[in-house]
């Protein structure tokens, strides 16, 4: 039986089908596979600049850099995209203004890591 649920995540909503596994369904194969652990680029940290920073609401992985360092951007554009638990996240400027950015693509970061700073 499938069931559906709608999910609001950032703001956003998703519909989402989830199906019901039964009592009488069993699991036929039992694998056990090493976790891949690959390294995260060497960056050095950047001083942080002045002005308002961008917070990692999360833990995750650097995705994709949607502007240039140095670039004009508006309040709400979107900046960085975030991808934790697999999801792409977009990270979006807090105010207008000239972004500098602390992470490079392909970085792993904390939560409530500066991303960038907008000055």
């Known amino acids: 039986m499938m069931r559906n649920f ?19 369904e069993s ?17 050095a940290p950047k001083a942080v600049a002045s002005g308002e920073k961008i917070l990692s609401p999360f833990p995750g992985l650097i995705k994709n850099i949607l502007v240039a360092d140095g670039t004009a951007v508006k309040k709400d554009q979107p900046v960085i995209v975030l991808e934790a638990m697999k999801m792409d996240n977009e990270i979006t400027a807090p105010c207008d203004g000239t972004v500098t950015f602390n992470v490079a693509k392909g970085a792993n970061v904390e939560t409530n890591a500066v991303l960038a700073v907008i000055g």
């Open 27 to 43: 699991l036929t194969e039992t694998r056990t596979v090493a976790p891949v652990q690959t390294a995260a680029p060497k960056i």
């Open 6 to 24: 709608i999910v609001t995540i950032d703001g956003k909503s998703y519909s989402v089908g989830v199906e019901e596994v039964g009592e009488n």
